[in-house]
């Protein structure tokens, strides 16, 4: 064999493992998120609920080093009634390992007592969902909103979309890293706090992300922009990534006052 054949040969190796290392870190940078939901019907759930994410959830997860937690609560006039906490996570082994690390904190078990011991009759929620997702290669790491209007003012769009087959789902993903959707959002400005691929659900295959606006009317503002944007208007028309969306919700949300998002 040639000098240069064996040359090209290597190089080639060597391009492979950088690639590969390349990958491969990229995966492990991107987060993981649980996002629990809690579903409730009357005041009083509200209350315990509400209590026992803010003395109880959200401080033991800050002491696990989990620095930035998302509470939010649907708008009072949504009739299912839900609040929504997100969790960022670094791996999948962190995720494995809090629940057991939560149940096993004293400080957390003292001050969930009223929330863990209520009566059958009398419970916090009505249902509670576990939802897992893992961060789009794009936009890897969580961010923390850049709004000036106060919390209680601030609306958070939590949205999902559902895909008709794997296949469909995979390339409305494409459409949103590859593609340049997420690079269009940034752009304009929609102060996105995640995008991501919904691992474990009930439904799948399905991707969320959530967008922040200081009040109802600059979120109105934002989408008519984006609809309006000559790039979204040509991404959004071609062949390629026609009918990928089978089913999709939108859910305005409230950050609590202790939401670190």
């Not at 401080?59 to 080093?65: A, F, Q, R």
């Not at 937690?69 to 960022?88: E, I, Q």
Request: with cysteine.
């Amino acid at each position: 064999m040639s000098s240069a054949k064996t040359s090209q040969r290597i190089l080639s190796f060597i391009v492979a493992i950088f690639i590969t290392i390349g990958c491969f870190s990229q995966s492990r940078n991107q987060s993981y998120y649980l996002l629990k939901v809690f579903h409730y019907k009357s005041d009083s759930q509200y209350h315990a609920i509400d209590e026992y994410l803010q003395n109880a959830y959200v401080p033991t997860l800050h002491s696990k080093g989990i620095k930035n937690v998302g509470a939010f609560k649907t708008y009072a006039d949504t009739s299912d009634k839900r609040f929504y906490v997100l969790v960022p996570l670094k791996s999948i082994d962190q995720f494995e390992r809090l629940e057991s690390e939560i149940q096993n904190d004293q400080t957390f078990l003292n001050n969930s007592k009223t929330y863990r011991e209520a009566a059958y009759n009398a419970t916090a929620f009505t249902r509670m969902e576990n939802i897992l997702i893992k961060a789009f290669p794009q936009a890897p790491q969580p961010a923390v909103p850049s709004l000036t209007a106060n919390k209680p003012e601030r609306v958070y769009e939590l949205r999902s979309y559902e895909g008709p087959s794997e296949q469909y789902f995979t390339n409305k993903v494409q459409m949103f890293n590859e593609g340049g959707e997420i690079a269009l959002f940034k752009r304009l400005n929609f102060n996105a706090v995640f995008y991501g691929s919904v691992i474990a659900g009930s439904r799948m295959p399905n991707l969320m992300y959530m967008t922040t606006f200081n009040s109802k009317e600059d979120r109105d503002a934002h989408w008519k922009t984006f609809g309006a944007d000559p790039e979204w208007k040509t991404l959004s028309a071609k062949p390629e990534y026609q009918h990928n969306v089978s089913k999709s919700d939108i859910i305005f949300l409230n950050p609590a006052v202790y939401s670190d998002f």
